[in-house]
Nanobody, 128 residues
Framework: VQLQASGGGLAQAGGSLRLSCAASGRALNQYALGWFRQAAGKEREFVAAISRSGGNGFLASYADTVKGRFTISRDRAQNTMHLHMDSLKSEDTAVYYC???????????????????WGRGTLVTVSS
């Protein structure tokens, strides 16, 4: 599985950006997908995750720092995932990574070690 993150760039505080993660090599219907970020000098941290496909749709989880501002979604048919980021803050500046982790149920892992595949990351810079 190859994951390719895109959509990063420069935004002003209070603005918006939309990140995308495209997967190839395998259908990810049985994988949870997640976004993590790593700021300079800090460890990689959880941002948001969305569950594998289910009869009732998808379940999503968010870090407290982004809840209410970021929205994660996935497109089942196109094997892609998105992160819509609103009300950006300078502290959102980081390299954003997308990951895919096999799940038997509808979990949304927040730990990096529970993800099997990672994309290279896309840089988001928010100016204040």
């Amino acid at each position: 599985v190859q994951l390719q993150a895109s959509g990063g760039g420069l935004a002003q505080a209070g603005g918006s950006l939309r990140l995308s993660c495209a997967a190839s090599g395998r259908a990810l219907n049985q994988y949870a997908l997640g976004w993590f970020r790593q700021a300079a000098g800090k460890e990689r941290e959880f941002v948001a995750a969305i569950s594998r496909s289910g009869g009732n749709g998808f379940l999503a989880s968010y870090a407290d720092t982004v809840k209410g501002r970021f929205t994660i979604s996935r497109d089942r048919a196109q094997n892609t995932m998105h992160l819509h980021m609103d009300s950006l803050k300078s502290e959102d500046t980081a390299v954003y990574y997308c990951g895919a982790g096999y799940q038997r149920t509808y979990g949304r892992p927040v730990e990096t070690h529970r993800y099997d595949y990672w994309g290279r990351g896309t840089l988001v810079t928010v100016s204040s």
